[in-house]
């Protein structure tokens, strides 16, 4: 079976964790008190997400410990200047009502805006951001630094210029896009991979061949999603939800394992699901 957790540089980090885009208000806060309350240790959010204030006023009132839990947060694009690195991670962990951050992520790439095909000029110089993480990790602030949404050779580039190891590269991982590359790269270079929109933004709920797997397992084809990404050797997750019962299924998948054909079988890259599941992500809340 898989372990719960994944340990890169010899840091034991929840292989399950909880997602929260899109995620606000007091839906945010009751998804992260039910996470803790399950035994999710592990809590995923990002300053554009606008809702670290409540992640963190749950973090406050639950009764596990703040050190047991991995906490990762990424800076906005409009903080990636030196100073305003430095200013804005102070305000998170304000709002996160916390004396430092687990991870710190590069929320994208300082020449790719989000959703953007192709790189643009202007953004401040990568080194620049990562020297403001770097001495952030310095002060104590900030515990490891990271990037998302990077390819290999934007990632080679950011291992480079950091003093500090990149520790994680989060990026979208799930049966209909292919990562093998990436992860190859992230494995040969101590470098674990967090996913994100393991589920295909529910693109794998009505997914025939997940469910068939499933049924072997006494599992749900989201569970077989989950399971199939972090079957993956480096690879953490973190789905988001918000109902009791879902948080408990996405962490229920530590009981079975897949077999190597049934691995490969999950494996369907299409862009066109992946295109599909992204329209869907973009639809109102």
């Known amino acids: 079976m898989t372990a719960d957790t994944v340990t890169v540089g010899g840091v034991e980090v929840p292989a399950v964790g909880l997602g929260t885009w899109r ?3 007091d839906d945010c806060r009751r998804a992260v008190e039910t996470a803790l309350e399950l035994g999710y240790r592990h809590v995923d959010t990002a300053q554009a997400y606008g809702n670290e204030r409540r992640v963190g006023a749950a973090i406050e009132s639950s009764p596990v410990d703040r050190d047991d839990v991995f906490l990762t947060t990424k800076l906005d694009g409009g903080s990636r200047r030196n100073g305003a690195v430095q200013r804005s991670v102070r305000e ?3 709002r996160l009502g916390t004396d430092y951050l687990d991870c710190l992520l590069v929320h994208w790439p300082n ?5 953007s095909p192709v790189r643009l000029p202007g953004g401040p110089p990568l080194a620049e951001t990562l020297t403001a993480m770097n001495e952030l990790v310095d002060e104590g602030l900030v515990r490891h630094v ?6 290999v050779r934007r990632l080679d580039e950011a291992r480079r210029l950091s003093d500090a190891p990149i520790f994680t590269n989060q990026v ?4 209909y896009w292919d990562q093998r590359r990436l992860l190859s790269y992230c494995r040969r270079n101590d470098v674990f991979l967090t996913a994100y929109s393991p589920l295909c933004h529910g693109g794998v709920l009505d997914d025939d061949v997940l469910r068939r797997v499933g049924r072997r ?3 749900t084809a989201a569970q077989v999603a989950i399971r199939w990404a972090i079957q993956h050797e480096g690879v953490a997750t973190i789905p988001k939800a918000t109902s009791r019962d879902h948080l408990a299924a996405n962490r229920d998948v530590f009981d079975f394992a897949l077999t190597e054909a049934e691995m490969e079988r999950i494996r369907r890259p299409s862009k066109l699901r992946t295109f599909a599941g992204f329209a869907r992500s973009r639809l109102p809340v």
Do not use: A, T
């Open 172 to 175: 979208q991982f799930h049966p």
């Open 92 to 94: 998170s962990l304000d």
């Open 146 to 151: 990271g990037v998302s949404n990077f390819d």
């Open 23 to 25: 995620l606000r208000g």
């Open 111 to 115: 020449d790719k805006p989000p959703f």
């Open 217 to 219: 397992y006494g599992k």
